[in-house]
């Protein structure tokens, strides 16, 4: 009999294991539903979050940097993007088919001489055949007359090339300047706010680093936009200063067999 129930109390014992365990089971489930669920809805704000458009967001990311030193630097962007357009729509205009010109010009003194030369310069656009032109106008004197003409002239016609291109590279030095200054005055705000309250509470230095961080990548990202302009706008300065001097030999060489066969 003691046998017997002993068999019937391990027994009793099982049984009451098995219930727990599945009694725990539902709420281990449950628990791991609830958690989805919440990881679902925390992904669904975070979509409607991310659905805003990159100038929303970027809005956001000015006004947190603060209105001072961020609309400093957009003005230096708003004034160096102007000043780089202009050039490159001027450069584009002053931009001639030299190879075309000088035919032109060769032609013209063959059948017509200096005057009808003169006339294809003031028909064309640009420093090249302006320096044609000044160098056509002294062709009556001799050539080292119209080589001087020429070497004056051109001069003044890369100085008319380079005109506000300085202004461009002030405002690429200038807007990380003023990035980093206000990254400075952030953290010198963040230190601020520790000292007054006292403790070294994270919140109160976040804030301030953040801001810093702001001003400096939006500094640097205006000057990046810059310099890509400003890169651009030399190398066409180059090439149109090269065919300045190209045209100039040219020019020389042309009227040197002028004089000869005249």
């Known amino acids: 009999m003691k046998k ?18 599945n009694a725990a089971v539902p709420t281990t489930s449950t628990s791991l539903v609830a958690a989805s669920t919440v990881t679902l809805v925390q992904d669904d704000i975070a979509q409607e979050v991310d659905n805003r458009t990159w100038h929303q967001k970027l809005k956001e990311r000015f006004i947190q940097g603060g209105p001072g030193f961020m609309g400093i630097v957009l003005v230096c962007l708003i004034l160096g993007l102007a000043m780089a357009i202009e050039r490159i729509i001027f450069l584009n205009l ?29 028909n064309t656009k640009g420093p090249v055949a302006s320096i044609y ?17 020429v070497v004056a002239y051109g001069g003044v016609q890369m100085g008319q090339l380079e005109k506000n291109v300085s202004w461009v590279s002030l405002f690429i030095a200038l ?10 005055i952030g953290m010198i705000t ?11 509470n994270p919140s109160l230095v976040a804030g301030g680093i953040k801001v810093a961080l702001l001003t400096t990548v939006f500094g640097l990202v205006v000057a990046i936009i810059l310099q890509i302009f400003y890169n651009y ?19 020389i060489d042309m009227l040197i067999d002028y004089k000869n066969k005249k």
């Open 175 to 184: 807007a990380p300047m003023l990035g980093f200054m206000g990254t400075v």
């Open 94 to 122: 002053s931009t001639t088919d030299t190879q075309k010109l000088a035919e032109g010009v060769e032609e013209a003194l063959k059948s017509g001489g200096v005057e009808a030369a003169k006339e294809v310069c003031r």
């Open 4 to 21: 017997l129930f002993s068999i019937m109390a391990i027994a009793a014992l099982v049984f009451a294991g098995s219930l727990t365990a």
């Open 133 to 149: 032109y000044q160098g056509l106008e002294r062709a009556d004197e001799s050539i080292e007359a119209a080589e001087k003409a």
């Open 233 to 251: 706008i030399i190398a066409k300065i180059d090439s149109i200063v090269n065919s300045m001097e190209d045209a100039s030999i040219t020019l």
């Open 190 to 200: 963040a230190f601020d706010k520790i000292e007054a309250a006292g403790d070294m």
